[in-house]
């Protein structure tokens, strides 16, 4: 394995030797493809095209002038095709899989956001796609499993362990050993084995290209502070790669901090986690005194996971990157605050970040320039939230 | 009792010895520890060794099993459910050696032994005589601390060889090699199959081309007539998901016996 799979200590290859000849070719398939001008031009054409890329930066000025911040901007991946970034990574992926001759594309989703962007990628391109979903998650989230199936995917109901997406992603990884030699595991987010968080993030690395440049344009500065919310971490990756060589730009990943960290019912694998091994990677996990994988909670789907990518854990040891975690409550309100300043229904997952918003001030000053990341529509989101308003 | 001097390692390589010298294949029997309850796992383990079980690879419950089929994942989930812990594990693996003088090993996954730290677990290990682990997450390429924690106690991490395992990978790991390797005989997860995988054989010839070490073949092994056509093949043959599979089947009273009894075919369908 390339030295590159690790971050310090973290990442790597934790799994089944069946897989780990899979795990190379698809190394060396990405790192061929990423220099063939014929395959990026393609990519940057479905961004373009089917995409809808560059997604819009909206100047969020009465959301800035209720949480007390000079300028609060929002990068807009919820305008992105499908309602959320996770198609820039599901679009890249189905390429690659379509460009090392695998046509049986697996998948697992948590919210379902991108299981629907695998399902879109695979119709535009011909693939067939299967689908792993915890039984907990389809019923939380089923506008999407319902979207799935008319994008042409199959859903498999995963009732196993929290039946949530660390479910699903085994069930997901158990299909692909049992099916290796014909099938594309396209995996969600900035998570597993290497090279996944490497890939993810590269073909997330768009959002934060374009936020960079958005910015030095609208505003003729860098923000001061650039803000996602953190579940595998792919949006969050895919922005800070944008601004990790500005040493100014202070960056925060903020967690779902469920019922509150001292509950123990959370998904903030950085901030309430131990090091440990999840998925194929080493990285922070949630678990138990003997090892254990620990049940989260979050009232979002897509954030609750016991674990997190392997970079994110070496950005928080080299204080790059500062990670807290905001509570479903602080969600909620952070949820109804943006849609009620600037007409715009955050999904639940940044509507975590949203929340951070009045803590950064708190943490960095009224004078600060903010870049959300504003991963998803909220569309998905509107049962949960009209039972937990009720 | 003298064998509290002898070393797991010593036992694993006498288990395949004994079984060769009595030209039949060498039986590794796979029990998750907790499973169905606390209580049963000592007779159960105690029936398997009755039945002429060679080595005995103590499953160590985890939440996440993802190389395993459906029935390992229920007797985890079970035993999780059950408070099984990986003291516990170990605890029942130093009994059966202190008391059967048997080959024993872990099987489990990275993370529990990872938490417990590995220097921490070599010296339990030791402590117990058991002769080391077989961890189906963590390949070659991510063993170097843990190799590093049990080799100065002579503790064996046997590795699992697949038939997507290609030659060159073969001939550059398998130098390394130590106890006896362990070739998977499917493409896929654990679980009881109809037949054997179609690459099994291939599988253990490639491997022989690399290594004198014992060679068992495991997953998917279910019945008398797979042993059996292994005769010739390999040298040893493991089995989990079929022994779970019986003793989840058995009534209450009947189980120990029920394994005993399965484990015997087994064994007696191994001899040329
Ligand atoms: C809108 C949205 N944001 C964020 C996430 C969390 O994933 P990640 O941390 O990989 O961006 C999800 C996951 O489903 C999502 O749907």
Partial sequence: MSTTGRYGRFGGQYLPETLMPAVGELERAFDDARRDEAFTQEFDRLLREWVGRPTPLTDASRLAREVGLRRVTLKREDLAHTGAHKINNALGQALLAKRMGKHRIVAETGAGQHGVAAAAACALLGLECIVYMGTEDVRRQHP???????LGAEVREVDAGSRTLKDAINEAIRDWVTNVRTTYYLLGSVVGPHPYPAMVRDFQSVIGREARAQHVERVGKLPDVVVACVGGGSNAMGIFSGFIADRDVKLRGVEAGGLGIESGKHAASIVGGREGVL???RSLVLQTDDGQIRETHSVSAGLDYPGVGP???YLHETGRVRYVS???????EGFQLLSRTEGIIPALEPAHAIADLPHIRDDHGADTDVLVCLSGRGDKDLDTVMERLA | MATLTVDGKV???????????ERRLAVVVYLTVGYPDRDATAPLLRAALDGGTDIVELGVPFSDPLADGSTVQRASETALRNGVTLDDCIREGADLVRERDAAVQLMGYTNPFYRRG?????SDLRAAGIAGVIVPDMPAEESAELDRSFAPSGLVRVDLYAPTTPDERLARLLPSARGFVYCVSLTGVTGARDRLGPDVGDLVARVRRHTTLPVAVGFGIATPTHVAALRGVADGVAVGSAVLD???????PDRATALRDFVRSLVEAGRS
């Fill in chain 1, 311 to 313: 970079e994110h854990a």
């Fill in chain 2, 118 to 122: 590995y220097e921490r677990l070599a």
């Fill in chain 2, 11 to 21: 036992r694993l390589e006498r288990a395949f010895a004994k079984a060769r010298a």
């Fill in chain 1, 326 to 332: 905001r509570t479903d409550v602080e969600a909620l």
């Fill in chain 1, 144 to 150: 999407n499993v319902f979207r799935m199936k008319l």
């Fill in chain 1, 279 to 281: 998925h194929g990677a």
């Fill in chain 2, 246 to 252: 019986v003793i989840g089947r058995a009534a209450v």
